[in-house]
């Protein structure tokens, strides 16, 4: 019998087919909120991925981004992002995967993160490891705060009240440099690859980013809020990082918090205008 992990990875890949269909016929998009993006893809991907998830597990939980899922009667809970990337896959800009994680208890159990663009499966299980394309995946051995490339993410909900960009400021001066590539979940994959050293954000759900977390647990790093505090799926930040650089990340998140700026915003003068 297939595992969890090989019945998520299944389903993975049918969806991900899917998107890339929907992806090369361009489709227009809705908007749910000011900014935030949804497209028929977002729906008929996820509609594939309940009905498969029923299917296998029909006393399964499934919490899924586009309101298609449902209460179980079981202890085992799946997440589902049918769609991670929206906006980027209605501007025809290729970042986007599909991601489903599985919670047993409370406990991330299983998880995978599906890119079709790249035919990059990157998945995790508990106490087995992390895997790229059944590779084992290992986050970076970076160790100094100035010599990471990092990523971040800012929401497409009441972002004008999010505070992002003072800790963007000071980790695009401190590090080789930020990306905001526009997909929670391939950050977090990228960081247990060791493509990426950190990334954080504030305000994600739990469909953003299960999958992510126990890939980057299961790839040796390190999870938390931004405050160094247990990370929740629920919680209102997250900081996930190769553990090298956890402490020095905290260190300048604490200041930016307090309304310290390490490296102050640059005055604009007269002459630069
Ligand atoms: C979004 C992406 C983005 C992140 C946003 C998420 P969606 O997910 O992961 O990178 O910055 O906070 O909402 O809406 O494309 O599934
Ligand atoms: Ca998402
Ligand atoms: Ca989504």
């Known amino acids: ?149 990092v990523a971040t993410g800012f929401p497409s909900r009441r972002r004008h009240q999010n505070l992002n960009v003072h800790f963007y400021y000071q980790m695009g001066m401190l590090t080789h440099g930020v990306r905001r590539a526009g997909s929670a979940a391939l950050d977090l994959a990228y960081v247990a690859s060791g493509r990426l050293d950190a990334f954080w954000e504030f305000g994600l759900n739990p469909w953003d980013m299960a999958a992510g977390v126990l890939l980057v647990r299961e790839a040796g790093g390190q999870v938390t809020d931004m405050l160094g505090q247990p990370a929740s799926l629920r919680g209102p930040h997250i900081l996930a990082d190769n553990g090298l650089v956890h402490q020095g990340m905290l260190g300048l998140f604490g200041e930016v918090f307090s309304g310290h700026a390490r490296v102050p915003l640059p005055e604009v003068s007269p002459a630069q205008r």
């Open 1 to 149: 019998m297939p595992s969890y992990l090989e019945t998520a990875m299944e389903i993975a890949r049918e969806s991900g087919a899917l998107l890339s269909k929907y992806f090369e016929r361009r489709v227009s998009f809705e908007l749910k909120g000011e900014y935030d993006l949804v497209t028929e893809a977002d729906r008929a991907s996820e509609r594939l991925v309940v009905d498969r998830l029923l299917t296998y597990f029909p006393a399964h939980s499934i919490v899924a981004e586009e309101g298609g899922g449902r209460q179980g009667s079981s202890e085992y809970c799946w997440y589902v992002d049918p769609l991670d990337g929206t906006t980027n896959f209605a501007h025809g800009f290729p970042v986007f995967n599909v991601t489903l994680a599985l919670e047993r208890a409370g406990e991330l159990v299983a998880g995978c993160i599906y890119d079709p663009t790249r035919e990059e499966m990157f998945a995790a299980e508990l106490g087995v490891g992390a895997f790229l394309n059944n590779r084992r995946i290992r986050v970076s051995k970076v160790g100094k705060l100035e010599e990471t490339l």
